[in-house]
Each structure stands twice: as structure tokens, then as C-alpha cells.
């Protein structure tokens, strides 16, 4: 017997309108093999919602959000904001909001290396080799929930880095449940020789370790694991971390991957999942039809594993996307001077290579 799962899709903006199109279709392409009833709904947040509504989450879609199972998410952003900081409507404060309303504040970003990719990374293969991670970032603290002030005269900026004992304490208590599934060992990236928070941070991530000696620790500071992220990737298997620290470090963490049009990610509280590619809405190539759809694809295979229990399903998912890197097709982020000119695939053709090999 199969399951029923209300499912909401919110495109973006940028090139998140052209893959999360495929990750809709592999779910849809899952759902008939395995006899699931998948009913999918549209909501617009962003900078579409901006110039749709004037609200970059307007509350139509946070509605249909708090009434799915599951969320699969394209991307946010626009040039004009970046080159305008003084805009005081943006597209980001809806993917806070949304994040704060649904309690999601663990992401998760498993960085794995798709053998095929070996060479599409600027890392030397033998250090590449083996290497999978799992990140723990925590998604509603830091210093984007911190209070911010701007003075008069516009000269002076602060914003706060705030964190609260619960706050560690949920996310250390998924991470190292995690661990307990994987090798044993969990990494808690801080920088608590310099700042307060991070001092509780690592007090609270102590204490939650006696919980889990079954769990190696290891504490380590921002700018040491930035270094040996790269230097060795094969030492870490979990790593948690802050929200500020773990959207850099996942960035970083790409070029392990190849690309960033290769990482999926999933934020999850207590109820509604919410699952993304990590690579932005990228507009200097948005309606160029090149994308890389992979990272909407493994993200729709983490939603089926993490919010529906479909373990079958979702490794069937990942299967078709080792083939399909397999056969040799690559979009263009992650060809390299042996692909083969007629293997290099644009957003569409990519995803139809791997929904034939899903079928």
C-alpha cells in the first residue's frame, strides 16, 4: 500500500524555476513506480512574491506550507539586490521567515562524491577519494536572527550573534543520533577562543557529548576547519555547526562535491520538511537552459528518505543519478576537458537522462 503525501513546490527565483521542475518530476516519476499518491501544490516566494504581492513570503504560501508534508524548494535572489543594499524589502527575509514559522532549524547538507566527479573537483582525486560528510547547521540562531542596528548617521553597522542552550542542545541531540548511523565521530565547529557564543556552543555541545560516548567528539575552530575541509576531507564524517559558520563551510564543502549544482540539502524541525539545492538562483545563467538540475533531483531523494521514510525510494533516486553521471553525461558545471562534447547536456536534457534511468 502506498503513500499519500501533499507536497508543496515553491520554484523562486532565478534558475530555481528551471530545476525544480525535474526534482517535481522525479517524485512524480516515483510515485506512479511505487504506487504513492504525491498531490502537488505551487506557491511563489522571493523576488517573483516581491513583485507579485510587494511581501517575499506572502501568506498564501506560508498557509499552503504549514499544510504539507514536505517542501521542495528552488531558489531566492535577484542582481537588484545585491547591488542595492539599502532595499528594505528583500527576497531573503522570506526564507528566514519561512524557516522561523516552521521551526526548521536543522539543515542538513550530505556531501558526497559521485566517483564519476573525481575530476570535475579543482582538489586532487586521492584526497577527494572516500570522502562523505553530513552537516549540521543550525538554521534559526546567529547572526541572521540577531538584532540589528544601524546608527544615525549610517557610519556604524552590528549585528548580534545570539544563541540560547536550546537552541545547541536540539541540534547537537540530531547530529549526534546521526553520527550513531554513520561512523561514530561528529566534529562542532566554533570559535570559542574569541566569541561568547560560540563559548556556549561548545559548553553545551560537552555536555550533550556525555549523552553519547559511544560518539567520538572532536571541537575544532572555524578557520581550522575551513583548512582542513580541503587539506582532508576523509576525517570528518558528522560535523555541526552554527548558522553563520555552516553556511560557509557547506559552500566551501562544493568543491569537494564538484560543483554546488550537486548538493542537496533538507531543513527540518518537528514537522514540515523543506528541501533545496544550495546553489542560489544563480541569474547570470538563469534562462540559459544550462543548470545543473542534480541538486533539485538528490534534493527530492533526501525528502522522500528524511520526511517520508521511503529509503527504497529515495536510494533508487540516487542510483539513477550514478548512472546517469555513469554514461558519461555531465551538464556544464561539472564537465572537464575529457567529457565528450556530445555528453554535455543542458537543464532539460539532463533530467530526462535521469528519469529514463529511473524507469
Not at 499518491?37 to 516581491?50: L, P, R, S
Not at 506550507?65 to 528583500?90: C, E, M, Q, W
Not at 540559459?288 to 538540475?293: E, F, L, T, V, Y
Amino acid at each position: 500500500m502506498g503513500v499519500e503525501k501533499k507536497i508543496l513546490v515553491i520554484p523562486g527565483d532565478g534558475i530555481g524555476q528551471e530545476v525544480t521542475t525535474w526534482g517535481q518530476k522525479v517524485l512524480t516519476a516515483i510515485a506512479a513506480n511505487y504506487h504513492h499518491k504525491f498531490t502537488f501544490e505551487e506557491g511563489i516566494m522571493g523576488h517573483v512574491a516581491i513583485e507579485a504581492t510587494g511581501d517575499p513570503l506572502p501568506e498564501e504560501t506560508l498557509q499552503k506550507a504549514k499544510n504539507s508534508d514536505a517542501i521542495l524548494f528552488g531558489a531566492i535572489g535577484h542582481a537588484k539586490y545585491d547591488n542595492d543594499p539599502t532595499l528594505k524589502v528583500r527576497p531573503e527575509q522570506g526564507l528566514l521567515k519561512i524557516r522561523k514559522e516552521l521551526g526548521l532549524y536543522a539543515n542538513l547538507r550530505p556531501i558526497k562524491l559521485f566517483d564519476e566527479l573525481l575530476e570535475a573537483s579543482s582538489i586532487k582525486p586521492e584526497i577527494l577519494r572516500g570522502a562523505d560528510i553530513l552537516f549540521f547547521r543550525e538554521l534559526t540562531g546567529d547572526v541572521y536572527f540577531g538584532e540589528k542596528k544601524r546608527t544615525e548617521d549610517r557610519n556604524t553597522a552590528s549585528d548580534l550573534m545570539i544563541y540560547h542552550r536550546y537552541e545547541v542542545e536540539r541540534i547537537a541531540r540530531k547530529a549526534y543520533e546521526a553520527a550513531r548511523t554513520r561512523r561514530n565521530k561528529l566534529c562542532s565547529v566554533d570559535k570559542a577562543n574569541v566569541l561568547e557564543a560560540s563559548r556556549l556552543w561548545r559548553e553545551v555541545m560537552q555536555e550533550v557529548a556525555k549523552e553519547y560516548p559511544d560518539v567520538e567528539t572532536e571541537h575544532m575552530f572555524i578557520d581550522n576547519a575551513a583548512m582542513q575541509l580541503i587539506k582532508d576531507p576523509k576525517r570528518f564524517d558528522v560535523v555541526v555547526t552554527g548558522n553563520l559558520f555552516g553556511d560557509i563551510l557547506t559552500d566551501e564543502a562544493s568543491q569537494i562535491a564538484g560543483s554546488m549544482g550537486m548538493l542537496a540539502s533538507a531543513s527540518v524541525g518537528d514537522k514540515v520538511g523543506f528541501y533545496e539545492p544550495i546553489h542560489g538562483s544563480a541569474h547570470d545563467i538563469a534562462g540559459k537552459g544550462i543548470a545543473n538540475p542534480l541538486a533539485s533531483i538528490l534534493s527530492a531523494a533526501l525528502m522522500l528518505d528524511i520526511s517520508f521514510g521511503l529509503k527504497t525510494e529515495s536510494q533508487r533516486v540516487i542510483k539513477a543519478v550514478e548512472a546517469t553521471l555513469r554514461q558519461g553525461y555531465r551538464t556544464m558545471d561539472i564537465a572537464n576537458k575529457h567529457t565528450v562534447n556530445e555528453f554535455i547536456m543542458g537543464t532539460d536534457a539532463m533530467g530526462a537522462k535521469v528519469l529514463e534511468n529511473l524507469n
